[in-house]
């Protein structure tokens, strides 16, 4: 057995998938039911993975717990009602990844997988519902700090764009640019980009722009940063 995974919830039907989900992995799955914390007791193995009820009141508690008692565990937690203001409190708590309760046990699951691999996988950064930009056309948002520093959204042709914030010439913030259709003009020193693959298309800058996938998930939109980036000290 390689490790064990808690599973604080009072759900069975994600406690049953959970345990599907993992047994090729051979984790076993602990539930908690009275929310205590510490390492399990007797012959379990250790804490490899935590699984989480978000609308629990004790939920920011278990997560800072774990991140700071077993920083290499996997921690992903899970809504059962939409509730964007709690899904991003408790990214910021220290979770992983946040998902709904029907994706719960795969999200952790490939996760577990990827770390006892030894893959790296992308990190993403939550943005907001979808539905949020509709109708928003142009500049939409700004991340104003992430592991790569800033990131600046574009929604253009029905997708979003994500694209490092700094101009690479002078360090000017490009969302305080020109934006004519797909082409973003630096506000200091006229550099012009292509916001939907960050080519550089006039100095006096030498480099293209960084750019970062957008990736669409039930709903929610979320930038994925490159595997060697950490978010939550992980």
Do not use: K
Request: charged fraction near 25%; aromatic fraction near 4%.
């Amino acid at each position: 057995m390689s490790g064990t995974v808690l599973l604080y919830g009072s759900d069975p039907g994600v406690a049953r998938r959970t345990a599907r989900a993992l047994a090729p992995l051979d984790v076993s799955v602990l539930s908690v039911t009275d929310g205590r914390l510490g390492e399990p007791e007797g012959d379990a193995h250790p804490v490899v993975g935590v699984l989480i009820e978000l609308e629990g009141a004790a939920a920011r508690t278990i997560i800072g717990h774990w991140r700071s008692t077993v920083p290499e565990a996997i921690i992903v937690g899970y809504v059962v009602l939409p509730d964007a203001e709690l899904w991003r409190d408790m990214e910021a708590a220290g979770a992983d990844a946040v998902t709904t309760r029907g994706r719960a046990d795969r999200v952790l699951a490939d996760r577990l997988a990827d770390q006892l691999s030894g893959r790296r996988r992308a990190r993403r950064i939550r943005l907001a519902p979808l539905a949020d930009f509709a109708g928003r056309l142009g500049f939409v948002g700004r991340i104003p700090e992430t592991p790569v520093g800033a990131i600046a959204l574009f929604h253009l042709s029905g997708r979003l764009w994500a694209v490092a914030d700094t101009c690479p010439h002078a360090g000017a913030s490009l969302c305080e640019g020109e934006l004519d259709q797909n082409v973003l003009t630096c506000p200091r020193h006229g550099s012009q980009f292509r916001v939907t693959d960050g080519e550089r298309l006039r100095g006096p800058a030498d480099l293209a722009l960084a750019t970062f996938p957008v990736i669409m998930d039930a709903g929610e939109a979320f930038v994925e940063l490159p595997p060697s980036t950490t978010l939550h000290g992980g």
